[in-house]
């Protein structure tokens, strides 16, 4: 079982920067794929970035909106996975998720197993 707690989140102006983290606990961080995902008040979960594991080099993939602006990257000394968030804008602004899954990544959240509880982010003047 594996257990994600995010932290980092908060509240930015537009064009500012942010760096979320995710620290995981009770399986080999190593082997799993980590993600971050995003819920804005009624919305749909949606995909942010990802980093997959050892076995895929760890790759990193980016949904459109946030590609150039957000970095996604992990720290296996830490068990830790980071978002680094920067030229936020207001439509940003949502509660933001860690995920875990075995093996290569995916941008769709059904296939993850494994989530933290959420860290708000909120870009606003």
């Known amino acids: 079982q594996v257990q994600l707690v995010e932290s980092g989140g908060g509240l930015v102006q537009p064009g500012g920067s942010l760096r979320l983290s995710c620290a995981a606990s009770?399986?080999?961080?190593?082997?799993?794929?980590m993600a971050w995902f995003r819920q804005a008040p009624g919305k749909e979960r949606e995909f942010v970035a990802s980093v997959a594991s050892i076995r895929w080099s760890y790759s990193t993939f980016y949904a459109d909106s946030v590609k150039g602006r957000f970095t996604v990257s992990r720290d296996n000394a830490k068990n830790t996975v980071y978002l680094q968030m920067n030229s936020l804008k207001p439509e940003d602004t949502a509660v933001y998720y860690c995920?875990?899954?075995?093996?290569?990544?995916?941008?769709?959240?059904?296939?993850?197993?494994?989530w933290g509880q959420g860290t708000q982010v909120t870009v606003s003047s």
């Open positions: 995920a875990a899954r075995r093996s290569g990544s995916s941008y769709q959240k059904s296939e993850y197993d494994y």
């Open positions: 009770g399986g080999t961080f190593s082997s799993y794929a």
